[in-house]
């Protein structure tokens, strides 16, 4: 994968100031500009909604993904335990719109 086909949503995770992602990494279609949800992070927000892997994400607080550049879409996701955003997807031309409360992953011992 090229460094711009692949990007995580959750993987800029800063326990000790409290910032975390949304949980999804995201994955470019390629020949076009659409991105798609690869891998759910378990324990994170998306994991926890109902989106699954193979959606294709349009927006992220109403902002097209699709115009954004690599750092955008990780400041869209990024933010403090419990705040949220809004993902707006498609899977089987059904669009869902999901909101993602962002909290610290569960760990596992």
């Keep these: 994968y090229s460094p711009d086909s ?12 409290k910032k975390v992602g949304l949980g999804m990494l995201l994955e470019k279609n390629s020949g076009n500009r ?45 933010g403090e335990v419990g705040t949220s955003s809004v993902v707006e997807a498609v899977r089987n031309n059904r669009t869902l719109s999901v909101r993602l409360e962002r909290s610290m992953p569960y760990t596992f011992n």
């Design 6 to 17: 692949r990007f995580s949503a959750g993987s800029r995770v800063v326990y000790g100031g």
């Design 34 to 78: 659409s991105s798609y949800i690869s891998q759910l992070v378990p324990g994170c927000a998306a994991h926890r909604s109902e989106l699954q892997v193979g959606d294709l994400v349009l927006t992220i607080d109403g902002i097209a993904i699709s115009s954004c550049t690599l750092d955008q879409v990780r400041d869209l996701c990024i």
